[in-house]
């Protein structure tokens, strides 16, 4: 690799996708400009002061021209248009069977939980083949995780969880690095991107921490912060039972019917005023500034895990 990476590794169908797009969008627009400045040379030489030239200027109109030169750039420009939205749409569709990791920043590192429960810092480990499905959150101020390799680069907002999704494709270690400046260490704030075999990033999940699994995790969270005296099945309080909650429609006082995704667990947790089911009492004290937003994804984590026939509060 040169001294200055032009081109950095791109290791994922998407990353390619992009590279494509970005060769074939600079190549259009060197098409459409070249000719203005090869013929602002040409005419400059050719009539200039002096020289011999016919100068005549007959009226000389062709529509069949004229209409091309302003239609075929706009139609290729919303060609563009269509394919780099779709690219970009694709990025927030998850397919189904990824591999879900928390993301938290913070002035200034990057953490990373696996839903296994093991937590790394500034490092990130995934298996090539399998998509992968970023869920972030920032401790304080807007960060935006940015992997070169696969073209990807989302900000990570204080308040809310963003999201993106890839699938790597060549093992290897890559960097990372926070492309939204967010402080005085913000230049520090880099790390790398290790896409490892499936079996190697088995290996590497077996050998790192065993700290309990996320859920699990959470699920003590659950009972320490007294959510369980509220939502567990031995309450005497009228707040909803969360099992089987992820991924439902929830009808809302208000009317509205939202689905239970992350982001709602999330402001169901931080901000329980903001969203009251309906059919029960606005109870339930918030949990900002007293949940981290680590320990808020450990919880989203149990409740998620929470399935009919399946778990216990
Ligand atoms: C004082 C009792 C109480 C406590 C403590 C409590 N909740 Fe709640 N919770 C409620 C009630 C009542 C509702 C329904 C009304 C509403 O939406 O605010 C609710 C709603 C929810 C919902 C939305 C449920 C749905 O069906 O959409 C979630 C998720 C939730 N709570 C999680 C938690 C978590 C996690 C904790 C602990 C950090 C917690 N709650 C602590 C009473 C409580
Ligand atoms: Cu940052």
């Known amino acids: 690799m040169s001294f200055i990476p032009l081109w950095p590794a791109s290791i994922s169908g998407y990353s390619h996708q992009v590279d494509l797009l970005v060769v074939c969008f600079t190549v259009l627009i060197v098409a459409l400009s070249a000719p203005v400045f090869i013929l602002i040379v040409v005419f400059a030489a050719r009539y200039r002061r002096g020289r011999a030239a016919n100068r005549k200027h007959p009226v000389n109109r062709n529509v069949v021209a004229e209409?091309?030169?302003?239609?075929?750039?706009?139609?290729?420009?919303i060609g563009f248009y269509v394919w780099s939205t779709e690219l970009f749409a694709g990025l927030h569709r998850p397919p189904t069977g990824e591999l879900e990791i928390d993301v938290v920043a913070k002035q200034w590192m990057w953490k990373f939980q696996h839903p296994e429960g093991q937590a790394e810092i500034d490092e990130l480990h995934v298996p090539t083949g399998q998509p992968v499905k970023l869920t972030m959150a920032s401790q304080d101020v807007i960060h935006s995780l940015f992997i070169p390799a696969l073209r990807i680069k989302q900000?990570?907002?204080p308040g809310r969880y963003t999201g993106l999704w890839f699938t790597a494709d060549k093992p290897g270690t890559y960097r990372l690095a926070c492309s939204q400046y967010c402080g005085t260490n913000h230049s520090e704030m880099i790390g790398s991107f290790v896409a490892m075999k499936p079996a190697d990033y088995a290996k590497w999940l077996s050998q790192s921490s065993n700290d309990p699994s996320l859920a699990a995790e959470g699920a003590a969270l659950f009972r320490g912060r007294g959510c369980s005296g509220c939502h567990g099945p031995a309450s005497t309080v009228h707040a909803p039972s969360l099992v089987g909650l992820y991924g439902k429609p929830v009808p809302l006082q208000s009317g509205e019917v939202v689905v239970a995704d992350?982001?709602?667990?999330?402001?169901?947790i931080l901000l329980p005023q903001s969203q009251i089911?309906?059919?029960y009492p606005s109870i339930m004290p918030t949990f900002q500034n007293v949940l981290s937003e680590e320990d808020t994804l450990k919880i989203v984590a149990y409740i998620k895990s929470l399935r009919p026939g399946e778990a216990t509060q």
């Open 277 to 279: 089911v309906a059919g």
């Open 262 to 268: 992350d982001e709602y667990l999330r402001d169901s």
């Open 155 to 157: 900000d990570v907002v």
């Open 67 to 77: 209409v091309s030169w302003s239609a075929i750039p706009f139609l290729a420009l």
